[in-house]
């Protein structure tokens, strides 16, 4: 009998987003900013495409603040009005900047200025640079404000060991040709590549068989016929 898969949360949703966990690759500068950034920063903005690390290195951010007894805000396209940051908050991150709505913009330029007022750092991304987002002007001159980093993605060598790094985390074993096929079949960001690594590892506990190709193909065949 075929065992039920386990639920994405029993299994860990994927490595905890820190700067221990991040593959630098050639984003070094960007780390070495970003370990001195804090209350009274300029702002910082962070962009590239998906899977480039950009969310990544936000709730890193807000990781270390809280773990230093600091309050970090969180703010995205999808989260509801009105934003307002607390009066204790050190720092506000604003994600996905490209995709935010009229009403959005307005909260994420309001966002700015009680930011500004109240010395609370702010650090945001997006998959395009802050001249090319579809905002408003005045908010796109705000995330241009401060420093901008283009992230630079993963070569080949850095996204095998992060893979490899992440299977050792799960405690399964990963073997140069499921990488090599999972790098061949499927798309090249790793936020993709981690979503088909768990999701293969809760295949492989759900049949009870060890992680190959043919499982692998098996449940990108059952994923067609679902």
């Known amino acids: 009998m075929k065992q039920l898969p386990l639920a994405i949360g029993a299994l860990g949703a994927g490595p905890e987003q820190s700067f221990d966990s991040f593959t630098p690759g050639?984003?070094?500068?960007?780390?070495?900013?970003?370990?001195?950034?804090?209350?009274?920063?300029?702002?910082?903005?962070?962009?590239?495409?998906?899977?480039?690390?950009?969310?990544?290195?936000?709730?890193?951010?807000?990781?270390?603040?809280?773990?230093?007894?600091?309050?970090?805000?969180?703010?995205?396209?999808?989260?509801?009005?009105?934003?307002?940051?607390?009066e204790d908050c050190v720092l506000a991150?604003?994600?996905?900047?490209?995709?935010?709505?009229?009403?959005?913009?307005?909260a994420a330029f309001a966002l700015f200025v009680q930011a500004l007022a109240q010395g609370v750092a702010v650090a945001a991304a997006g998959r395009l640079p802050?001249?090319?987002?579809?905002?408003?002007?005045?908010?796109?001159?705000?995330?241009?404000w401060g420093p901008v980093f283009g992230?630079?993605?993963?070569?080949?060598?850095?996204?095998?060991?992060?893979?490899?790094?992440?299977?050792?985390?799960?405690?399964?074993?990963?073997?140069?040709?499921v990488m090599g096929?999972?790098?061949?079949?499927?798309?090249?960001?790793l936020t993709h590549l981690m979503r088909q690594l768990a999701q293969l590892d809760r295949f492989s506990l759900a049949n009870k068989r060890a992680i190959t190709v043919p499982l692998l193909k098996q449940m990108m065949a059952e994923e067609r016929e679902a």
């Open 26 to 86: 050639g984003n070094a500068a960007v780390l070495a900013h970003l370990a001195g950034f804090g209350a009274g920063s300029a702002p910082v903005y962070l962009w590239g495409p998906p899977g480039s690390g950009k969310t990544h290195l936000l709730r890193a951010l807000q990781r270390r603040a809280e773990t230093r007894g600091e309050r970090a805000a969180w703010f995205g396209a999808d989260d509801p009005l009105p934003w307002e940051l607390a």
């Open 93 to 106: 991150l604003l994600d996905d900047c490209e995709v935010l709505d009229e009403a959005h913009q307005q």
């Open 130 to 144: 802050p001249v090319d987002l579809p905002l408003r002007e005045d908010l796109r001159t705000r995330l241009g």
């Open 151 to 177: 992230l630079q993605p993963l070569d080949e060598a850095a996204v095998r060991a992060t893979l490899r790094r992440e299977a050792d985390r799960r405690g399964i074993f990963l073997s140069d040709e």
């Open 181 to 189: 096929y999972l790098l061949t079949r499927f798309e090249r960001d």
